[in-house]
């Protein structure tokens, strides 16, 4: 058995939709029973990139801790924590933006995305971004970072900043591999199904959140964004479709081929019902387990204090390790 490291993180911002359940939770979950040591991060640092409001901000970091828990993190199993309380990450941020070239930066097209939306605040936090979350994956030795495929240009970043710095001080970090699903890495708008599913979408119809009642969740499906045709195909041209298919064999198991043949003939109507049904099957469990747990602050309060102790831990050895190479400490 292999004993690979993970690690992986979300931002705590707005409420968490397909997308980041299928492009990552569901994978976190998956790593963990395979018996991987894992550390699962709510990266406030990184949602400070955006303007939020300081008295909802800790509260949703808490939010989603408890999702996370709902969906199945064990907390014995891994280590769930908070990016803020664990400050070696902050610093080694500082550390590695000094081997990260703005060439580099200026690739990420996350950065543009980003800063095309929020015009008005295009921060120097919004483009040291990446560095912050190269310090995240190193400080843990970790060898994958189960994410969607939107954050690849991130993951492969770190490597390469890994490797840079292994070059020049000796082994020092583990060169991390992103680890994307193969069906659903991106899960796109219900709406506008060539843009990616994403919360801070203005339009509540364009994603399924995770906490959206059985009722809201059917009709979202409705209304999602077909084409003319009427036949139930998987094709780059038919890209609503398709990610309905793909939303439906994420949720059933079943392969693309599988799932085409067992709707050929049927209407788009069909798919849709099919597909709502699936998600709803399996977020329901978790909706509920979810409620269960935000109903007990006291447990969610010391898995969050027990979990920034154990990432602390393990975090310094790494720091203090790159500090002593390159002569910031004795
Ligand atoms: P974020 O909400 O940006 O913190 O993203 C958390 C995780 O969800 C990251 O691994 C993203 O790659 C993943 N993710 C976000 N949106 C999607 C999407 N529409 N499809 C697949 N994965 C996604
Ligand atoms: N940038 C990621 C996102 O927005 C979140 C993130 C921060 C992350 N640090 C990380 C993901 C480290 C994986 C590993 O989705």
Redesign the pocket.
């Known amino acids: 058995m292999d004993k690979k490291i993970v690690f ?4 705590p ?2 409420s ?10 569901r994978n976190w979950n998956l790593l963990q029973d395979e018996k991987r040591y894992c550390y699962y991060c709510i ?1 406030n640092l ?2 400070m990139t955006v303007r939020q409001d300081p008295g909802e901000l800790y509260k949703r970091s808490v939010e989603t801790a408890a999702l996370l828990l709902a969906c199945g993190i064990d907390p014995e199993l891994s280590t769930l924590f908070i990016q803020s309380q664990v400050k070696e990450h902050a610093e080694l941020s500082w550390v590695l933006s000094c081997f990260t070239y703005m060439g580099e930066l200026n690739r990420m097209t996350q950065f543009k995305d980003k800063s095309a939306k929020h015009s008005d605040n295009i921060n120097a936090g919004l483009y040291t971004y990446p560095v912050l979350m190269a310090s995240d994956i190193l400080l843990y030795g970790t060898n994958l970072v ?6 690849k240009q991130h993951v492969e970043l770190a490597r390469d900043i890994a490797i840079r710095f292994n070059k020049l001080y000796g082994e020092t970090f583990a060169v991390p591999e992103p680890y994307i ?1 193969k069906v ?6 219900l709406q506008e199904p060539d843009k ?4 801070s979408d203005n339009n509540p119809n364009s ?1 399924i959140a995770v906490m959206d009642e059985p009722d809201v969740i059917i009709k979202k499906f409705k209304r999602a964004v077909t084409d003319s045709e009427n036949v139930i195909a998987y094709s780059p041209e038919k890209p609503g479709v398709s990610n309905l298919l793909s939303i439906y064999c994420t949720f059933t198991g079943k392969t693309m081929e599988e799932a085409v043949a067992g709707f050929e003939g049927k209407g788009y109507g069909h798919l849709k019902k099919a597909a709502a049904e699936a998600v709803i099957a399996e977020l329901s469990p978790i909706q509920s387990e979810y409620k269960r747990i935000l109903g007990d602050m006291a447990y969610l309060d010391d898995i969050i204090e027990k979990g920034a102790r154990k990432a602390r831990e393990r975090a310094l050895v790494t720091l203090n390790d790159v500090y002593k190479k390159t002569g910031l400490r004795s």
């Not at 992986?8 to 931002?11: A, Y």
């Open positions: 992986s993180g979300i931002q911002s707005g968490p939709t397909l997308g980041n359940y299928v492009g990552a939770l990266v990184h949602a189960p994410v969607g495929s939107d954050q699903p659903g890495g991106r899960v796109m708008s990616k599913m994403s919360k994603y």
